[in-house]
């Protein structure tokens, strides 16, 4: 049998000594550290006192009563609460046990004590209290992962819209810029929902891990599929269709479902997404039984849907029925101020991520990033960040930075004449996701755009002379000027 092991003491209660004695024997001859208490205010003064990992309490305690020590413990606001209980009774009534039991008494152990017995439930307990912290840490984590940041007026507005809006059940329909973080936003929407929750409705739900954020990638779906990941389907109900399957609105009922990227869904889909939202049924593919859904509906898309609306690609009534409440998430350049928040978030996380030892980022990159304009917004600064940190040495230096930041930017002139980073400057196509989207025309064109760009600045744009270094002809670089649509500011 393994030991039990624990981080902080475990606090023993009980009235009569002697049990106590033998008890803290037990524990001590397996490794375990133990406080005493011979009263319910000796108990609660060494649980205000110091941490503990667990307790063992007698339920007849002279005057007091054990169980609503039990009672206070478990109703205590901090994480006390989570501290195991194990009962302990001469003469246990059934009425005490299924008190206990119901207020969250870990176990209920009987006098005489039988050492084993009482071995492996400690054990037990202590093996789910570690158990509980490591979820705890997990969801911190997972919860700091989610976390937005910003103290722009801007983003202070959109905490405040958020915050308005979770408890209701309204649907939301989300608008920005690719990358300003409107995954982000619809998982807060749905995070303080359930904090807004009374205890009694999320014991209902299951508790908070059980209640689904279902996402929903609209533009991923093939169009032949979407019904019957929707909604589901019954066996057989087209050729492939093995067994049944459960829609995404069935698995998100009771919950939140997040219809992202709804702007690229196809409009026979659009109608599909309509029935639903109208008449909040759902009927799997294949089958005849109507399914009734309740959950809430976010949507997400980085295009214009009212645009959209009028070129006839996308359904005005579905648009109306999504877009109860508007939020519009704001691009990074409306917000600059927030930009060194961020970076250095992302720098802590990425160090963290990575076990680093914390890296400093210096003020004039920090500087720098502000300038830059962010066509790709807070996914963009994130993604130079991640790159930096794995780059740089412990200090973020100007150095480090990617030339098309220190010309201000591929697509906006400007900051000419800034200083051009030493040659060693790591390499052009930094971040090679940049260009996935191109052709290897174009491809080429960006950097040697880019390239010529840079090259001109440090030369103070004498043609002359750039070309000179570059060796090749003046006129052949007046040509490719030209075509690459270079001029001076
Ligand atoms: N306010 C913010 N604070 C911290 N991180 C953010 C913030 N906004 C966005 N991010 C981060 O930026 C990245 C992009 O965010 P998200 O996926 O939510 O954007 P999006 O608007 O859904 O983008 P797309 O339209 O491309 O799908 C994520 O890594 C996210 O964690
Ligand atoms: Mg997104």
Known sequence: MTRPRSEHPVLIVDDEKNIRRALRMVLEGEGLEVSEAATIAEAEAALAGAPHDLVLLDVKLGEGNGIDLLERIKSAPGAERDIPVLMISGHATVDDAVRATRLGAFDFLEKPLDRERVIVSVRNALERRAMGREVATLRAAESGRHEMIGESPVMQELFRQVARIAPTKGRVLVTGESGTGKEL????????????????????????????????????????????????HERGAFTGAVGRKRGLFEIADGGTIFLDEIGDMSLPAQAKVLRVLQQGEIVRVGGEKV????????????????????????????????????????????????????AEA???????????????????????????????NVRELRNVIERLVILADDEISARDL??????????????????????????????????????????????????????LEQNQWNVSRTAQELEIERTNLHKRLRALGIERE
């Open 291 to 342: 399914l009734t859904v309740d959950c809430r509906v976010i949507a997400a898309t980085n295009k214009n849907l009212t645009e959209e609306v009028a070129a006839g690609r996308f359904r005005e009534d579905l648009f109306f029925r999504l877009n109860v409440i508007p939020i519009r998430a704001p691009s990074l350049r409306e917000r600059p101020e927030d930009i060194p928040l961020l």
């Open 402 to 455: 990617p030339p098309y930041l220190e010309a201000g930017g591929p697509h906006v002139r400007g900051s000419a004449g800034s200083p051009i980073p030493g040659v060693e400057a790591p390499s052009l196509v930094l971040d090679p996701r940049r260009y996935l989207s191109l052709t290897l025309r174009e491809f080429r064109d960006q950097v040697e755009r880019e390239f010529l760009r840079l090259k």
């Open 346 to 376: 992302f720098v802590r996380l990425c160090c963290d991520e990575n076990g680093f030892r914390p890296k400093r980022i210096s003020p004039e990159v920090l500087s720098r990033l502000t300038r830059h304009p962010w066509p790709g």
């Open 185 to 232: 936003i619809a998982r807060a929407i749905h995070r303080t929902w359930l904090q807004s929750l009374g205890l009694a409705e999320l014991g209902r739900r299951g508790g908070e891990g059980n209640v689904p954020f279902v996402k929903v990638n609209c533009a991923a779906i093939p169009p032949e599929l979407i019904e019957s990941e929707l909604f589901g």
